[in-house]
């Protein structure tokens, strides 16, 4: 069952079910975000992915389709129907893939942790980022700055790149970023206090 999730994720970016479901993108291809109370577009979108730098939903296609009020499974189903997928959804399990959903349940019990860091730490980077962005819109001159405003500024792009991995970077980078963990807390811990 897993692969067809996973089969849909491949075939329908989340672009493609925002558009479907009734989204409008600007010149950028960035969305006013359905998630939150959004006026400018704060949603963007990147390998298949969705991400809301204001309210810091993301996810693929499944979980867009699911935000808009549907269990995963419907989620799936709805875009099997309206993406004309033809997944084959009722049939039952190979003994290959209960096998192997096995094996992804085990995986993302060893990294229960790091998935928990990343999903606060998600929010926060965003919420990090938005600072940074605050910041460097009211800036006027650099001499004027503030020692705190020149610190979210020089971030920026750090809470960004870190970001951007922890949604779509390889299991490589994300494992650089699991030993990291401690620098990247404290920084982003840094501009949000200031
Ligand atoms: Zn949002």
Redesign the pocket.
């Known amino acids: 069952m897993s692969d067809v999730f996973r089969e849909c994720r491949e075939r329908v970016t989340a672009q493609d079910a925002a558009r479907r479901y009734g989204m409008r993108f600007d010149r950028r291809g960035w969305a006013v975000?359905?998630?939150?109370a959004?006026v400018r577009p704060?949603?963007s979108f990147r390998a298949g992915r969705f991400r809301?730098w204001?309210?810091?939903?993301s996810g693929d296609a499944v979980d867009f389709t699911g935000r808009l009020g549907l269990e995963p499974m419907a989620a799936m189903e709805r875009l099997n129907a309206d993406f004309a997928l033809s997944l084959p959804i009722r049939r039952t399990q190979t003994a290959a893939e209960t096998q192997a959903v096995r094996r992804r349940i085990e995986i993302a019990k060893e990294h229960k942790e790091f998935e928990e860091w990343r999903g606060t730490m998600t929010a926060k980077l965003c919420a990090a980022y938005q600072t940074a962005h605050t910041a460097l819109k009211n800036m006027e001159e650099w001499d004027k700055l503030t020692g705190p405003e020149a610190l979210d500024i020089r971030w920026q792009s750090c809470f960004e790149y870190w970001a951007d991995t922890l949604d779509y970077g390889s299991p490589e980078e994300q494992a650089q970023l699991d030993r990291e963990r401690g620098a990247i807390s404290q920084w982003t811990g840094k501009v949000l206090k200031s």
Do not use: N
Request: charged share 10%.
């Open positions: 975000c359905p998630f939150h959004d704060s949603m809301c204001a309210c810091g939903a």
